[in-house]
């Protein structure tokens, strides 16, 4: 069975040097999609605010077969609902952190 290998990227990049066996390729590729399930439900917080995550899985020689990037953005109407911290935003209607 060919082994394949699940390196993650947040702000910490994450070699995966074990790797998994998979009977087949579409295995492999379900694994990569839980992979990143299980990246956002980790750190569901964290996520929004970073730069984009990535999934990259090889296989044995290193070359990428597949590549998942998650990527969350805040629009202008979204960062209106964030709490703001006491002193640095204008809105004086926004929640405020002391």
């Given at each position: ?5 699940f ?34 439900k ?15 899985v ?12 998650i ?28």
């Amino acid at each position: 069975m060919p082994r394949f290998y699940f390196h993650t990227e947040t702000d910490v990049r994450v070699t995966d040097t074990d790797g998994q066996e998979f009977g087949s390729y579409e295995d492999a590729r379900r694994e990569a999609i839980q992979t990143c399930e299980q990246m956002m439900k980790d750190a569901a917080v964290a996520f929004w605010g970073s730069r984009p995550w990535n999934v990259s899985v090889t296989d044995e020689t290193g070359l990428i077969l597949w590549k998942i990037y998650i990527d969350g953005q805040t629009s202008a109407a979204g960062r209106s609902l964030e709490p703001r911290i006491a002193g640095s935003d204008p809105d004086p209607d926004r929640p405020t952190i002391l």
